[in-house]
């Protein structure tokens, strides 16, 4: 249900880093309306980075992020942090409170960001998890179920405002094969569905091949290639980014 066509993020001429420590720079890509989005690379590449200078936490040294035209990081503070707010975002350990039960976290952008009634909450909190398969465990805590579960409620949180672009930070980190093969199908279920635009960062191949329609690989600090990954498969000449994408099968044939 892709109801828009076209960029909805472009980032131009991105550097960003610590101090004086820049992780990268000069970097160039475009996310598109209903993208299911990757940024990979080797460990230690940037991709968290990368992702978090998007969302609004860490401000780059130069360069622009523009969402649908709008420079965020040219924003004052609050039109940026309002902006932010319209993203959902999922963390890599699921970042769920201890504290709070399952429907509870869920329900918490709900309560913080909008005038529902307690019963709207209630009843948004349930479709959310029916989506994730969850509606029967809204009343355990995130120590009561398993991780794949966690991974999934985390999702269902990033959903509760509806937002038009999720961002995934290793959505299957930790998860076995067929849980994380799941939780493919979930995201994939969730851009059909909803339409919404989905950016993640992750190092699993198969995820990568399976869901992803765009990506971008960091190389040597910039952009190595973008594209579909298996159009970068099937094109590029960068060895390391041939055994990234095929586990080393294809060493020393391209």
């Known amino acids: 249900m892709k109801t828009n066509i076209g960029p909805f993020i472009s980032v131009e001429n991105l550097t960003v880093g610590y101090g004086d420590n820049v992780v990268v720079q000069d970097l160039n890509f475009t996310i598109n309306h209903g993208d299911i989005f990757v940024i990979m690379g080797m460990s230690g590449c940037g991709k968290s980075t990368i992702m978090r200078s998007i969302i609004g936490l860490i401000k780059p040294i130069s360069g622009r992020i ?4 709008t420079d965020i990081w040219a924003l004052s503070p609050q039109a940026r942090a309002d902006m932010v707010k319209t ?5 890599q350990s699921g970042a769920l409170f201890s504290s709070m039960t399952i429907a509870e976290n869920v329900a918490l952008p709900m309560e913080l960001e909008t005038n529902m009634t307690a019963a709207e909450i ?6 959310k998890l029916k989506i994730v398969g969850l509606d029967k465990y809204g009343d355990l805590y ?7 579960m966690v991974k999934r409620a985390a999702l269902a949180r990033a959903m509760a405002l509806d937002p038009r672009i999720l961002f995934f930070d290793e959505p299957s980190a930790g998860l076995d094969p067929i849980r994380s093969m799941e939780l493919d199908s979930l995201i994939k279920q969730i851009n059909r569905d909803t339409g919404a635009t989905i950016v993640m960062v992750t190092h699993e191949l198969q995820t990568i091949m399976d869901i992803a329609n765009n990506s971008v690989y960091i190389y040597n600090r910039t952009v190595g290639a973008v594209g579909a990954p298996q159009q970068i498969l099937a094109n590029t000449k960068n060895q390391e980014i041939v055994d990234f994408l095929t586990r080393g099968q294809k060493r020393g044939k391209k």
Not at 66 to 69: A, H, Q, S, V
């Open 66 to 69: 523009l969402i649908e035209g």
């Open 87 to 91: 993203f959902g975002v999922s963390y």
């Open 122 to 127: 209630k009843r948004k909190t349930y479709d």
């Open 142 to 148: 995130p120590s009561e179920v398993s991780g794949g």
